[in-house]
């Protein structure tokens, strides 16, 4: 079955940087739609990146800037680099794969910006 693996997650400074990589097995990648959302406590999931399989990258206008996403075929891979970290970027971040055979989720990773 579709597994969507996230990790990268920790305690960070604010300022401070993080990359997150989600690995994916048991699909085909290569057709699949990539995003990172994140979830912080008391709020609703939101979108962070999307990136199609033609490597194309869409980021809503609240995320621009500080975050960059990218994918890896060969590896099956997804990754999240965020920078200039904030307070408010706490949340859990959640690796999605959507295509037309449908869609799954990972268990997300923790990310905690704090000094």
């Known amino acids: 079955q579709v597994q969507l693996v996230e990790s990268g997650g920790g305690l960070v400074q604010p300022g401070g940087s993080l990359r997150l990589s989600c690995v994916a097995s048991?699909?085909?990648?290569?057709?699949?739609?990539m995003r990172w959302y994140r979830q912080a406590p008391g709020k609703e999931r939101e979108l962070v990146a999307s990136?199609?399989?033609?490597?194309?990258?869409y980021y809503p206008d609240s995320m621009k800037g500080r975050f960059s996403i990218s994918r890896d075929n060969a590896k099956k891979t997804v990754d999240l680099q965020m920078s200039s970290l904030k307070p408010e970027d706490t949340a859990v971040y959640y690796c999605?794969?959507?295509?037309?055979?449908?869609?799954?989720w990972g268990q997300g990773t923790q990310v905690t910006v704090s000094s």
């Open positions: 048991g699909m085909s990648f290569g057709i699949s739609i």
């Open positions: 990136i199609a399989t033609d490597g194309g990258t």
């Open positions: 999605n794969s959507n295509s037309f055979r449908g869609a799954s």
